[in-house]
């Protein structure tokens, strides 16, 4: 499971080592090698697998049961990733298209909830290079500016976020990042994702990854330290 | 760069920084951050943004007309061309 379920997140200490990659949360449990030449249960009626299995056989109120199921969470990456609720629409839009498309081919290698959440992020990451945000643009992104560079704490006002961090504030600052930034924060501290497969899936280098989610948290830190404290609307 | 840990400026950890952070390295008991209150401090601002990120659930449900519109869509996929 990523770290957008619904699932509270598990203790990561110390707090800024890479996450793990995304968990399987509908993966198999491991079977003994008794279990192996056994042919597995069906699903029970009702259950996520069958209204899963009814959907790849085509039945429409299995799928709209489905999208019922998963839309709070592609719905949510998508607001994420791009920062616009009209895109958002459209994209998870999409991604129940393209999941409509597919789900036959879906074998269970992953837990569904896992592939259909990477099926989301590549229909968002197909619409931002269609908008023209390409690796140029990620690197572009990275560069440091004058006012970004490496020093730039140096002498800043001893104004620490004090360990705690309004939500909804938190929200909207993410909100506000430059895309680039926006989808590598989001991807790595909030999905889960590592820098590895982060640069696999913008084609970048994995100290490119490393660097902007920097410079991503570098941002929303000032951000964050520029919010008054009443401050909670979104 | 200068790569002595135990004597390094605050310009030089900060650039170390994203490599530091990002392979895993405990950032926390690096040699200038146990001497360095500003460093220490930004450090520890990064690790409560990241915290406070992982705890970010799902918080936003479609608009309800968004389903009528994915399954027109889907029955205009599914319905034979008419010339």
């Known amino acids: 499971m990523t770290r957008a379920s619904t699932q509270p997140a598990e203790p990561v200490s110390p707090r800024l080592r890479p996450v793990a990659a995304p968990a399987v ?30 959907a790849q056989a085509g039945d429409h109120y299995a799928f709209a049961q489905l999208y019922s199921l998963h839309k709070r969470r592609i719905y949510s990456l998508c607001l994420r990733m791009v920062g616009n609720v009209a895109e958002a629409e459209d994209l998870t839009q999409e991604a129940f298209l393209q999941l409509h498309r597919k789900i036959a081919t879906f074998r269970g290698d992953s837990a569904f909830s896992t592939w259909l959440h990477r099926l989301a992020i590549n229909v968002v990451l197909m619409h931002l290079r269609k908008k023209g945000l390409s690796v140029i643009s990620l690197d ?95 | 760069m200068t790569q002595d840990r135990y004597n ?46 992982r705890q970010l659930f799902p918080v936003e449900d479609p608009p309800d007309h968004l389903w009528d519109q994915i399954e027109s869509a889907i029955k205009q996929e599914h319905e034979p061309s008419r010339k």
């Open chain 1, 25 to 54: 949360e509908d993966e198999p449990e491991p079977r003994g090698p008794a279990a192996e030449t056994h042919t597995p249960p069906p699903p029970q009626p009702g259950s996520d697998a069958d209204v899963l299995a009814r």
């Open chain 1, 140 to 234: 572009e992104a990275m560069e440091p500016t004058p006012e970004e560079g490496p020093g730039r704490s140096f002498g800043a006002p001893d104004l620490s976020l004090a360990g705690s961090i309004d939500r909804l504030a938190l929200e909207r600052a993410i909100a506000d990042l430059p895309a680039g930034y926006r989808l590598i924060f989001v991807l790595h501290d909030i999905e889960g994702y590592e820098h590895n497969e982060i640069a696999a899936m913008l084609d970048c280098s994995i100290g490119n990854s490393k660097s902007q989610l920097h410079k991503a948290r570098l941002k929303l830190r000032d951000a964050m330290r520029t919010v008054p404290r009443r401050e909670g609307r979104r």
């Open chain 2, 8 to 53: 390094m400026t605050c310009e030089e950890f900060q650039a170390q920084m994203p490599e530091l952070i990002g392979s895993g390295e405990d950032a926390g008991s690096h040699p200038h951050v146990l001497n360095c209150a500003l460093c220490r401090a930004l450090l520890s601002d990064l690790e409560t943004i990241a915290e406070a990120a």
